[in-house]
């Protein structure tokens, strides 16, 4: 089963908005991870937070981690058209070894 | 450098069949991962691999999945009597000690299965 789910199922944005996806988990975990992929195909690592860490930021991408919510964001800044994928994120759970779970994804779609 | 691999990109079989899925990690990464991933899902843990042996296969479906990884560097994932319900893409991820577990994956391999 899923642990973490992303809300919103489907995002769609014009181009030069900020995008927001949400993750929430269950259980307690060593990092959380966010990928994006396009067509279906090869996941793309994008950023890791570590579990004692708050937020992080790369290029236009910003993660916060709330361990007490057992919630996480990414914000896309000044999103645009190659964008357009669907994000996951994914925890390395404490009792789970070193396996990912992953939710269910969220589809960007950024409009030109 | 040349990141995973995976071979074939895609394979269409019949049910019934045996398949086999070859992963090649990134060279020097000890440890690798398979997923498998169902349309509009996101993926899901089959087995995990820390060198030569299978440290978690808690993720394979049945006994008609098994993996190997005999010289600790490619792997091969396979399906015997191949069903309908094992259509999906094929994931395969490496990572090396020390890197707080970030995955670096391959493109897929999309099963399909008639």
């Known amino acids: 089963s899923q642990q973490g789910e992303e809300d919103p199922q489907a995002l769609s944005i014009q181009e030069g908005e900020n995008a927001t996806m949400n993750c929430s988990y269950k259980?307690?975990?060593?990092?959380l991870q966010w990928y994006r992929q396009n067509s279906g195909r090869g996941l793309v690592h994008l950023i890791l937070?570590?579990?004692?860490?708050r937020e992080k930021h790369s290029g236009r991408l910003r993660v916060t981690l709330d361990t007490s919510k057992k919630s996480s964001s990414l914000l896309i800044t000044a999103s645009r058209a190659a964008d357009t994928a669907s994000y996951f994120c994914a925890t390395d759970e404490e009792t789970s070894g070193s396996r990912l779970t992953f939710g269910e994804g969220t589809q960007l779609t950024v409009n030109p | 450098g040349a990141g995973v691999s995976q071979t074939p990109s895609n394979k269409v079989t019949e049910k019934g069949k045996y398949v086999e899925l070859r992963c090649d990690p990134i060279?020097?990464?000890?440890?690798l991962y398979w997923y498998r991933q169902s349309l509009g899902q996101g993926p899901e843990f089959l087995i995990y691999f820390q060198g030569t042996g299978a440290a978690d296969d808690s993720g394979l479906p049945n006994d008609r999945f098994f993996a190997v990884r005999p010289e600790g560097s490619v792997s091969t994932l396979k399906i015997q009597r191949t069903e309908r319900g094992d259509s999906a893409v094929y994931l395969c991820?490496?990572?090396?000690?020390?890197?707080?577990?970030?995955?670096?994956f391959g493109p897929g391999t999309r099963l399909t299965v008639l």
């Open positions: 937070i570590r579990s004692n860490e």
């Open positions: 991820a490496s990572t090396s000690s020390g890197d707080y577990n970030e995955q670096f």
């Open positions: 060279s020097g990464h000890t440890a």
């Open positions: 259980t307690s975990i060593n990092n």
